[in-house]
């Protein structure tokens, strides 16, 4: 069988998108011969060699300002000179990200579009979120998964009256579960034909 690791690599600055950085690393772990990483950017000094030796990472952020919050820019920085001057070493792997914030669109789009480029400058192969859109016909609702419709990521609303205990809520997280299992596949395909080649 397949052995892949997947690193899910994420800021949260109040929790709620530590949840659905947890739900991610879920989803992923439920693929056979999955072997999973939740790492705070906060902890990755020191775990560098932790995220080279992973098959494909998972970024995740909230929504601050329209981009990502700025600890988790600060870890993209922190790539130029610990990634890419060493020699392009993430080249290859797989890559793909995910967002939450207060308003329904709430700008996510700008930061999922920030991690893909982020990707895309490593030379990584990016995966998208791979469902249409929920809630977007008279009887969808918001308990449908990617009820905020987004195709390049998953997606998380949170309330701003709401603590993470609440928010997101369970769709949102239902969305970044499956983000993790598309992911944890797509990687174990990717593996099985490099093997095979
Ligand atoms: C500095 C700051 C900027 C924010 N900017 C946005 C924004 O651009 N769009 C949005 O929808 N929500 C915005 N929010 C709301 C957060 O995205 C929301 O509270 C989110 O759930 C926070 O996630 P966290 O608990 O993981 O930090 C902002 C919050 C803060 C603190």
Redesign the pocket.
Known sequence: MTHARIAVVYH???????RQAAAVAEGAGQVAGTEVLLLGVEEVDGRWNDLLVADALIFGA?????SASAAFKAFQDATSRLVMTKGFVWRDKIAAGFT????QS??KLSTLMQMALFAAQHGMHWVNLGLPPGNNTSTGSAEDLNRLGFFLGAAAQ?N?DQG?DLAPPPSDLATARHLGRRVAEVTAQFLRGRAAA
Do not use: F, L
Request: glycine fraction near 24%; avoid cysteine; charge should be negative.
């Open positions: 949260s600055g109040y929790g709620h998108t530590a909230p929504t601050y300002m329209a939450n914030s207060g308003g709430g700008d949170s701003a993470p």
